[in-house]
């Protein structure tokens, strides 16, 4: 049985799924298997996969029912056994000793949730780059009033992720925020950085961020109040922190300085 499991939301991604696969052929650690769930896209999804078997251990699941990436990586999970979950969006991609790095610094500190940092690229631009950096470490208490870990940097403890966390009913988005919240929250643990960038992430600055900020408003106010019941001055406090975090990283990853990408 495979240590690592790798799920990988698709619809309609054959064009863009290959860069993903390929940096896991690349992977310095192999003990992991790759489970894409995908929402009936009736692509080249299978012919794709067909193609990489024989380099990695991968399964196709198709989800005729899908809901969204989260409804997605759920189904993933529930079709898993192995002791680690780690996430990657197709077109998406790892660096080389990303999985190395981060299970050999899991299994020898025993955390059970990590992350990395981030390298952007904006796919709208001519292959630039630049870093988006993450703190050391959130709390639950924390990541009510931040945000900034990217799904495809993380690995977590298969065991964390039980059905009353990935089954909830999230009527606005924003799933795996609310994964991450209440996991932290439910076995008393912290979010720790592997301090390295060991994932590359793909944005379009062609989004509004203005559009962009109030789904984030949105999902904010509605988890706060929903899933943790904070009401009155806390809720006001803890949100108004959130929308501030919130808008400092879509404004600085906008205003930093973009490099080459290479």
Known sequence: ???????????????????SLDSLVDQSYKNFEVVIVD?????????????????????????????????ARAVGIKNCNSKYICFLDALDFWHKNKLKNQIDEMETKNLPFTYTNTR????????????????????????????????SSVCILRSLLDESIINVNVRIGGEETIWWQLLMKKHSIKAKLID?????????????????FVTTFKQQWHNLHFYFGLSGLKKIITFFQYLVNALYIKISLRLKPWETYK
């Open 39 to 71: 929402a009936n896209s009736k692509d080249k999804i299978k012919d794709i996969c067909d193609q990489y078997k024989c380099k990695i251990n991968i399964t196709l699941i198709n989800n005729p029912e899908d809901k969204g990436p989260a409804d």
């Open 1 to 19: 049985m495979a240590i690592v499991t790798v799920i990988i939301p698709t619809y309609k991604s054959a064009g863009k799924l290959k860069i």
């Open 120 to 151: 952007v690229v904006d796919l709208t631009k001519n292959k630039i780059s630049q870093m988006r950096y993450c703190k050391n470490e959130y709390s639950y208490e924390d990541y009510l009033k931040s945000r900034g870990i990217v799904t």
């Open 196 to 212: 390295t960038t060991a994932c590359t992430y793909y944005v379009s600055s062609g989004d509004s961020l203005s559009s962009d």
